[in-house]
């Protein structure tokens, strides 16, 4: 480890919170982590967001350099294809990736965030404190006011960089919020989600290593495995439709046209237990510029970023902020007032394109994914794949399976988009001229 006397204050030892201290931790700085909510790992509550997430390639390779790759993946369980579910009764499995069985994996964000927790609470120079919120932050003086929730104590802490990871709702962003020319915007979808599960008393009903999909249009479920059998689904409809569920007889008549085959999977009770247990969840999209102030404050993850969830990119997206915030340290050697700046030049394009991306997605789903159209192009992708793995490489592959800037998966997109335009008009030009010559003749 090498010496360094730089102090870094991080707010949330949520996932991203807690990786970015591993990295920090590994190059000597002094890391003081602020957690609103109590230590996870002593109070084994479940709640809030989504119990388990797709980890991909650019969420690997930031485990993969501080080392937890193999810890976290040997607790997760690998999807190799998504599974269809569509009606009437009919599965089909459509794999990832063919060429080099690359798969996605189910992990369990309390884990992971243990595993981060402890890894980061391992190093010396790291202390984690826990029921502490941040409520004010002078970011010229480079202080925080945190408030103590078991003793109602606020304390100033100082450091010489405040890093935000404290999520979509960041305290610290609002703080940024109030300088001049600081960008921001913010999006609440129509639809909302709310979280069922199957126990793993069912859960053999289901195929395994798949992330399942029941695409409906303007409803969607999705499911992810459980390392003990269970499975989480995920239930996407608009909030004014959770609405007007309002009772047994309606959630079952909506089940049985729309998710006939989950009835059985969640089970009849189960399934009127959970649902009306709690309510449906909000869908935020913020995009904002610039993630830091001078050589003072920076956010990272969905502080900087909160994204929809239709491309399972949210956390690898905030993993992968921690990879380039470590990159731009070695390469400016730890000269914060290059390292923040660089960070927010870097970062704005490719942050931007993956929410786009994923709100674009969540508006493709709905019409897109039961027209054969969409079918089509997905068919069509595959098998240029196959003959040019090199050059033509399918969007949510590059997406999910490389560390392409989020910016040339999209421009790439707009390429092929291209050249299959191109290629119909060709063929449409030599189907009219071997016409034209026939009846000429
Ligand atoms: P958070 O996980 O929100 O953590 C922020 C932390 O900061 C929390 O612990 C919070 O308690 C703490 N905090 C907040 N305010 C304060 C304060 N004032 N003081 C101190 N602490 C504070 N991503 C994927 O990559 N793959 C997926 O499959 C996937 N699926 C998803 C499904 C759904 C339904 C949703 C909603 C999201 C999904 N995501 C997925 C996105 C992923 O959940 C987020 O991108 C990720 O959790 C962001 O991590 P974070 O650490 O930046 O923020
Ligand atoms: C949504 C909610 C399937 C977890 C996008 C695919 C997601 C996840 C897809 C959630 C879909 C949608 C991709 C992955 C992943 C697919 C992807 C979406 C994980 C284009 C826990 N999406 N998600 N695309 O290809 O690239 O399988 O809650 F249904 S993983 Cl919407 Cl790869």
Known sequence: MCDNNKSVIIIGGGLVGALCACFLAKRGYHIEVYEVREDLRKCKLQRGRSINLALSHRGRRALRTVGLEEEVLKHAIPMKGRLLHNLPHELSSVPYDEQTNQCIYSVSRNLLNEVLLTAAEEYDNVTLTFSCKLVDANLKEGSCVIQNLKTNETIKAKADLIIGADGAYSKLRSQMQKLPLFQYSQTYIEHGYLELSISSKNGHMMIPNHLHIWPRGEFMMIALPNKDGSWTVTLFMALTRFKMLTGREELLKFFESTFPDAIELIGEEDLVEQFFSSPPSHLISIKCYPYHFENRALIIGD????????????????????????????????????????????????????????????????????KPSFRLRKALDNVLYSLFPKYWIPLYNS?????????????NREMQNWMITLSLIFLMLMGLSIIVISSWK
């Open 399 to 411: 997406v999910s399976f490389s560390e392409i800037r989020y910016t040339e998966c999209l421009k």
């Open 303 to 370: 502080a900087a970023h909160a994204m929809v969830p239709f491309y399972g990119q949210g956390m690898n997206c905030g993993f992968q902020d921690c990879t380039l915030l470590d990159q731009l340290i070695s390469q400016f050697d730890g000269n914060f007032d290059y390292v923040l700046q660089e960070f927010s030049e870097r970062r704005k394009d490719d942050a931007f394109a993956i929410c786009d991306l994923a709100m674009y997605n969540y508006k493709e789903m709905r019409d897109l994914v039961t």
